[in-house]
């Protein structure tokens, strides 16, 4: 079997020790010369030496490795905020975990316990809708949990952790007064399940501005799609049928389907019908699409949810507190922004 470059086999090759070269391939300060310094990293690579992370772990007590746990991977919004906080984490040297709850309570029990089994660093955790709808049981894992935890995207508006997350009754408000100001009073509401915190904020903003406009949201145009393409295509024949001149779907993949639909009708957007969406996953997509939305800020949202982590990590050291992160939760709200492009017309 292939010998593998130890860092002994590379302290003996440079004439050093092996605490120094430990130094220097850590980048820790030592009073080495930097010829000595670039003599040891030039030997490593010719050497082939790869770091065994396992020791270094045991050594530091830190695994480099940080989760993110999304409920919904065929949902583009969530890849675009992975791709974000891989960025943000794979900068200062931490590999990101990637797992899938599919939006189920019991998937999102095991692969909490799967990432402590792993000796994650930190976890950012976008709880599944069933634990949305019930966290009790996700408050007890979370509570177990020996590493920081970052509630991030969903649950925000609950305080019993850190998390970061949407203004989401901001954009609620944003979107209603971009519909307005076109003169639109008939207006309609496909939200996701309308039991989610988000969704729950979003259509509070929507439907209490329209309310202080004048033209309260008429129950019968308050829809509930699944936070899906399929959500906003089901609903749109309703929409359409009750004479709505503009409709707000609580996320940009329900809006493309209703927009899908509304044409197999023969109708066009924004002619016949505006319509304005939320995530603006058409840009990070490069979607050549036409469709105003709220832009959630997912790069603000992804620093906002590493430096949290990484303040959480540093203090873990020093603080007394076992899960600082839930007995003295932080909360930070971004605050969306309106993208208006081609599909709100004036009435
Ligand atoms: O598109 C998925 C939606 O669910 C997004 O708006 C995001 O906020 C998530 O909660």
Redesign the pocket.
Known sequence: MNHKTTLKDIAKACGVSVTAVSLVLNNRPTRMSQGKRELIVETAKRLRYVPNQAARSLATNKSMLLALLIP?IE?M??ASLAKALEDTTSGNGYSLLIANSDDSAHVEHQLLHQFASRGVDGLFL?PSRESVNNSKALKKDVSTLDFPVILT??LVSEDWCDAV??D?FIGGQLAAQALLSKGHKRIACIS?DTR?G?MNKRVAGFSSTLEKAGFPLDPNLNCSGN?RFDGGYRAADHVIDAHATAVFC????MALGFIQRLEERGLSCPQDCSVIG??N?SEQFGFNHRLSTLD?NIDAMARACSELVYSRIRDMGTQPARNPWITEPKQQFIRPKLVNRATISAL
């Open positions: 919904d949902n919004f969530f976008i995207d969903r997350g949407s989401n996701g989610t988000n936070y609580t996320n940009d993949l939320y995530d996953i959630q």
